[in-house]
């Protein structure tokens, strides 16, 4: 048998994350954590046969130091715990009445979807945390609205995400730790800043890690967590990015995120139910675009988000979701500044920018956006998608 030298390369990847896991494991005082026994080679494979498809590497490397392992909250499954969840995921998404994209599935496409996703771990509200073998990543799988929302690239990047947490928590002795008067408000901010310093791509923590600076930090903090966040595609952030661009009189920034949350990736099974959107959300987002666009003399943008609200609500007959009719009926008592598309701007050349200065962007739309000149995060915001 030859072997492939990039699954060896991964392998050892693998062994050497499991084995720095290990290590912070063994910081713990005896009995503060519960460790499983570890796995042997057989069991693995009989797990493998029983979920019908290879698992990830460094998941197996997890289970060859320990079958299950107790967080104080958080859980990694054992093995039998794996084995009886399996399927479990279609049960949940049932009984979902939100996962609008799920119920658009036949029953047989469903418990071929549901098979893909392995439940590998739970949080303390007892949501499922699931290898998804597709597209090799860990999701969350919520249980009361049955949300599937990336949150973290592998098994191994979860269990660090949530040992940060642990120690952010409780002292080097397994205690409590006390905290000072304004520590417990920045503990969520820290807990979130950790997961996506180990989970760079986590929906779930950059979605939270927005809204947390949404409602504590300064429009400019705020607004740089919500572009890191638009990394991502899941459409819920581009919607409230965009919510809250628009309240902050970022017009051109709300137009794009607003565009952005109709055009994520929904090719696959799986990714339909990462990017999910419901159709209260999407006529919304519809309705609160064609006004903006109206707004900007941008009458053809306008009318094509008109139509397709119509389609809609003639479709479905569902009604704005109430966070973008709150968001509607504030952008109907708002003119945002413009520009005539006649006006020239000149720039002084006889001297260099200057670091205070304050770039100017005039988009198509004739919007006056101005951002810190140096900001070129935010230079991508002043302009729409075509």
């Known amino acids: 048998m030859r072997l492939d030298p990039r699954g060896a390369l991964r392998v050892c990847c693998a062994a050497v994350t499991v084995t720095a896991i290990v290590e912070r494991l063994r910081q713990w005082p005896r009995g503060a954590l519960h460790c499983g026994d570890p796995v042997s080679g057989p069991r693995r494979n009989a797990l493998e046969h029983a979920v019908g498809h290879a698992l990830p590497a460094d998941y197996l490397e997890l289970l060859s130091r320990f079958d299950g392992l107790d967080l104080r909250g958080d859980r990694v499954l054992d093995t039998s715990e794996v084995v009886e969840r399996l399927g479990s995921v279609e049960g949940v998404l049932d009984e979902a009445s939100t996962a609008e994209a799920w119920h658009r599935l036949s029953r047989r496409e469903r418990t071929e979807l549901a098979r893909t996703f392995v439940p590998i771990a739970t949080d303390a509200e007892g949501n499922l945390k699931c290898l998804d073998l597709v597209v090799g990543d860990v999701v969350d799988v919520h249980l009361e609205s049955g949300a599937v929302t990336g949150w973290a ?16 928590r409780f002292d080097p002795k397994g205690r409590p730790r006390r905290l000072k008067a304004g520590e417990a408000a920045q503990l969520e901010r820290r807990e979130l800043e950790h997961h996506v310093d ?11 890690l927005a809204r947390w600076h949404t ?18 595609e899941r459409p819920q952030i581009h919607v ?3 919510i809250y661009a628009l309240q902050h009189a970022r017009h051109a920034e709300a137009r794009r995120a607003l565009r952005r949350s109709l055009g994520a990736n929904t090719g696959t099974p799986q990714l339909a139910l ?7 959300v999407r006529t919304g987002v519809h309705a609160l675009l064609a006004e903006l666009y109206r707004q900007v003399g941008q009458m053809k943008k306008a009318l094509e988000q008109r139509r397709a609200l119509e389609q809609l609500r003639k479709s479905t007959g ?21 520009v005539p598309t006649t006006t020239v701007l000149r720039v002084e050349e006889t001297r260099a920018p200057r670091p205070n200065d304050i770039a100017i962007d005039i988009t198509e739309d004739g919007d006056l956006d101005p951002w810190p000149g140096q900001d070129q995060d935010s230079a991508s915001w002043g302009e729409d998608d075509t």
């Open 153 to 168: 690239e592998s098994a191994t990047r979860l269990v660090l995400a949530a040992l940060d947490a642990l120690e952010l």
């Open 198 to 208: 180990r989970a760079p791509t986590s929906a779930y923590a950059l979605l939270e």
């Open 215 to 232: 409602r504590s930090s300064p429009t400019e903090v705020a607004l740089a967590a919500w572009r890191r966040a638009a990394a991502n």
């Open 240 to 242: 409230e990015h965009g």
């Open 274 to 280: 990462r990017h999910a959107m419901s159709w209260g």
């Open 318 to 338: 569902e009604g704005f979701d109430e966070a973008l009719d709150v968001a509607l009926n504030r952008a109907k008592g708002l003119r945002p500044p413009l």
